[in-house]
């Protein structure tokens, strides 16, 4: 049964940093692209960074780009997400995903909270 | 970016309805787009991927149709377990972008 447990989430204030963890199983995690999702409180999902199977090659949308990091180390199955200058509109939940999209391969964690406020 | 226009926002159906929801990519994203169910306080999880390919172990009530520029998801008749919050995503560019997502409730 595949498994994504993320970790890390928390309350911070405005314009620190803060890293995600997701811990992988079930599956042969170095085969696979990994992602981040988030969706703000009542609000719809947002897709913010998406890592190749063997950590080559990393992807942002602009809202994150040059804050956010996703890493991986296949030798522990797990993921992470180093997010830098936080900012109140990054208050969200954040899920993990194993996703090979156009595929029936399609996982996601149960999600952390991170929070952003003064 | 490719902006995907969802509708309705909230939807209100009676069991055995049959229901629809659209998405519209902003441009052709040919047929890259998956539908995502979200039930209240969980993860989405896969229906459809590839506009038309039944996830495994959803029911056959679900189906997509569509390709280039418009999307639908159909439910062929609602039942009780089916209220929740629908998502499109396509994923023919990067970044990849979501729906605003369709809150479906009972009547």
């Known amino acids: 049964e595949v498994q994504l447990v993320e970790s890390g989430g928390g309350l911070v204030q405005p314009g620190s940093s803060l890293k995600l963890s997701c811990v992988a199983s079930?599956?042969?995690?170095?085969?696979?692209?990994m992602h981040w999702m988030r969706q703000a409180p009542k609000k719809g999902l947002e897709w913010i960074a998406l890592?190749?199977?063997?950590?080559?090659?990393?992807y942002y949308p602009d809202s994150v780009k040059g804050r956010f990091t996703i890493s991986r180390d296949n030798s522990k199955n797990t993921l992470y997400l180093e997010m830098n200058s936080l900012r109140s509109e990054d208050t969200a939940m954040y899920y993990c995903?194993?996703?090979?999209?156009?595929?029936?391969?399609?996982?996601w964690g149960q999600g952390v909270l991170v929070s952003v406020s003064s | 970016d490719i902006k995907m226009t969802q509708s309705p926002s909230f939807l209100s159906a009676s069991v055995g309805d049959r229901v629809t929801i659209n998405c519209k990519p902003s441009?052709?994203?040919?047929?890259?787009l998956n539908w995502y169910q979200q039930k209240l306080g969980e993860a989405p999880t896969l229906l459809i991927y590839?506009?038309?390919n039944l996830q495994t172990g959803i029911p056959s009530r679900f189906s997509g149709s569509g390709s280039g520029t418009d999307f639908t998801l159909t439910i062929s008749s609602l039942q009780p377990e089916d209220v929740a919050t629908y998502f499109c995503?396509?994923?023919?560019?990067?970044?990849?972008?979501f729906g605003v997502g369709t809150k479906l409730e009972l009547k």
């Open positions: 995903a194993a996703l090979r999209l156009g595929t029936p391969f399609d996982y």
């Open positions: 079930g599956f042969i995690f170095s085969n696979y692209g």
């Open positions: 890592i190749f199977y063997d950590g080559s090659e990393m």
């Open positions: 441009q052709n994203i040919n047929r890259f």
């Open positions: 590839n506009t038309n």
């Open positions: 995503l396509q994923h023919n560019n990067r970044p990849y972008t």
